[in-house]
Every structure is written in structure tokens, then in C-alpha cells.
């Protein structure tokens, strides 16, 4: 039989505790359910964290590194932390863009706890992809940058392709 590579997104990037009431959103749920996953055969959780007042996505370095460490101390899954985060641009109906419920971060802040933590994977998602109310951005530029900075940090970037010509630009990089 073939190895599998189980991975598993516990919390995922947009799902809230409203839509779901089971959610993991605290360090500590997240790590329970990597754990629970890890006992069931993944081998790999990719980790995004919720701010622990609102439940709305957050890039709070401590919440990665709580996680982490909590991950850590009962079991060795590869730990894969999101960049995603910081690429989320909002559309009213109108196309106009919806700033303030859009989340753009620049490449250094979107991979800082990825530098700082030195996970073993973090995602690095290729290209630009179409969501229901607007567009997960990840123009070239920003992830040539993202990249250099995952590549001098020592941390294998997961390329995560959304669209057949995100295989083009993955190949370049």
C-alpha cells in the first residue's frame, strides 16, 4: 500500500463559532482536536487561530505559539501554520471594495510568526483566488516576498494551488 500524508485544518479560515458551535477557536481546542486527528491517523495540522474575544481571524503570534506548544507536549504532528490570513479583500455587490471587512496585511506581516516560531511547514498560497464576497490576493509580488522570507527562515513552504494557473506559478517558484 501506498503512504498517505494525512492534513488537517481544525479550525480552517473562515468558519466561525456561529456557523459551527463545535468549532475549535482557543489554543487549546485546536490543539484537543489535532490531537484527536494525530490518534486517528494526521499527521500534519494546519494551524489558524481566532481571536479569543470576537472568534474573527487574528494573527496574534502568542495564539500560534500557544497552540504550538500545546500540540507539542502530547504529540509530534508536523505543525503547518497559515500565511493566508492578511489576503482577504471584501466586495459589496456594488464591486466596490469593502475595506473595513477586508483583511490586507503586507508580506511581512503575513509570514511574521512563521519567522519568529520557525514552524516545520507553512502555507504559502500561490496565486489569487475567487471567494463568495470578494478574493483571497496573493499577487506575485507579495508571494515572491512571502517566499524569500519562508525560504531564509528554514521553513518548507505547502503550495496551495486554487486555480490551474497557479501550477504555473508555483512550477517558477
Known sequence: MDKVIITVAPTGSVPTKDQNPNLPTTPAEIAAAAYECYNEGATIVHIHTRDPKTGGRTM????????MEKI???CNMIINLTTG???QLVMGP???PNLEASYLEPPEKRV???LKLKPEMCSLDVGTANLRNGAFVNV???VDRMAEMIKAAGVKPELEVFDVGHIQIAKRL
Not at 496574534?60 to 497552540?67: H, K, P
Open 60 to 67: 496574534a503570534i502568542e495564539l500560534y505559539a500557544e497552540a
Open 72 to 74: 507539542r507536549a502530547k
Open 85 to 87: 490570513a492578511g489576503g
Open 94 to 96: 456594488d464591486n466596490r
Open 112 to 114: 511574521e510568526h512563521v
Open 140 to 142: 506575485e509580488v507579495v
